[in-house]
């Protein structure tokens, strides 16, 4: 049981660190944060069994879609964080290291480029975008931010291990 909480933990502390760099991109970069908004509208119409749009923007409103995608978001947050202990054992909460953290971090770049992002309407790893390469780099940054995020939170989990 404890090894779930800490996995929970993990995820949502590994979400927060990435959330901070979208807030933080806006004011250095000029690039605003992602809308997990559409992320709750794409999930919506899969309910109807809607599951590739031309473009998610132009799609009709799901009620509550915010709250969707940013339940979505910090859902796929913990599950990344359970493919890490998955992967690498429970052993890695306790000796937590950052290679295997950044591995599974832009690994999960594949969830976006393969799913969401054709999905939404922006093709394969945002190939129908107006600027494909910076969108891939902008991902590739985040989810490596995101896996230096696992690896931050299970340094701090493990400080609080029982000896």
Not at 35 to 58: C, L, S
Not at 71 to 97: D, E, K, M, R
Not at 114 to 122: D, F, H, I, R, T
Request: no cysteine; aromatic share 10%; hydrophobic share 50%.
């Amino acid at each position: 049981m404890n090894t779930l909480l800490y996995i929970l933990t993990i995820g949502i502390g590994a979400t927060v660190v990435m959330d901070l760099w979208g807030a933080l991109r806006k004011p250095l970069l000029g690039i605003p944060p992602a809308n997990y908004g559409m992320v709750g509208r794409w999930i919506g119409h899969m309910t109807n069994g809607r599951f590739i749009h031309t473009a998610i923007a132009q799609s009709s409103p799901i009620p509550g879609e915010h709250i969707i995608g940013w339940a979505i978001h910090y859902l796929t947050g913990v599950a990344f964080a359970g493919l890490l202990v998955a992967i690498w054992g429970s052993n890695w909460i306790q000796n937590p290291s950052i290679g295997p953290a950044l591995a599974v971090g832009i690994g999960t770049i594949l969830a976006p480029f393969l799913l969401m992002q054709p999905g939404m309407g922006a093709g394969i790893a945002a190939s129908r975008t107006p600027n494909p390469a910076a969108s891939r780099i902008q991902s590739l940054i985040t989810h490596a931010i995101f896996g230096f995020g696992l690896f931050l939170s299970g340094y701090i989990v493990q400080l609080f291990l029982p000896e």
